[in-house]
């Protein structure tokens, strides 16, 4: 396993929900919720700096059937924006399958209903993102999910950018 804080990141229409991990890379924990739009990346990178975040993990919304559609576009744009703010640091896209679905029910079972859990629904699926990236890593010894942004260049065995020589 990498060493490092990584940045969890739900990217909804509305609301952008943030985790973050521990420096070991164990356990994810909910942020914050940052509103969508004007300023959502610019807050994104203020986190990358004061939590020292080694990599930022968006998730990528498919189907059940693994295809692409409308919401899968905008993290992938939202991811490239990402890239251009805190680059050299890296941003992975890993698959996000029913991870609202999931921290929906956790929030559920845990007594946060109706407008409570509207507030942090984005911040728990952040959560399952990225602790489902570290425990992905931790059992494959490989970096989960794949590099956004072409203009990051070329990235070494553990997934992390290397500098090309001159």
């Known amino acids: 396993m990498r060493p ?10 509305v609301r952008v929900g943030v985790a973050l991990c521990d420096p070991e890379g164990l356990l994810a924990t909910p942020v914050e919720t940052v509103a969508a739009g004007d300023g959502d990346i610019a807050r994104l990178a203020e986190l990358v700096a004061e939590y ?6 968006v ?4 189907s059940l059937s693994g295809a692409e559609g409308p919401a899968a576009a905008k993290a992938r744009v939202f991811a490239e924006l990402l890239v251009g703010k805190i680059h050299p640091i890296p941003v992975r ?13 956790g929030l559920r079972e845990s007594g946060v209903r109706g407008r409570k859990s509207r507030a942090v629904v984005d911040q728990a699926a952040a959560v399952v993102i990225l602790q489902n990236a570290l425990d992905t890593e931790r059992r494959s010894g490989r ?7 072409l203009e990051q260049g070329p990235a070494d065995a553990a997934g992390a950018p290397v500098k090309e020589s001159e």
């Open 52 to 57: 020292e975040i080694v990599e930022a993990v």
């Open 143 to 149: 970096p989960p999910g794949t590099l956004a942004g």
């Open 4 to 13: 490092g804080r990584r940045l969890g990141v739900d990217v909804g229409a």
């Open 59 to 62: 998730g990528l919304p498919r």
């Open 93 to 105: 896209l890993v698959d996000e399958r029913l991870t609202t679905v999931t921290a929906t029910r």
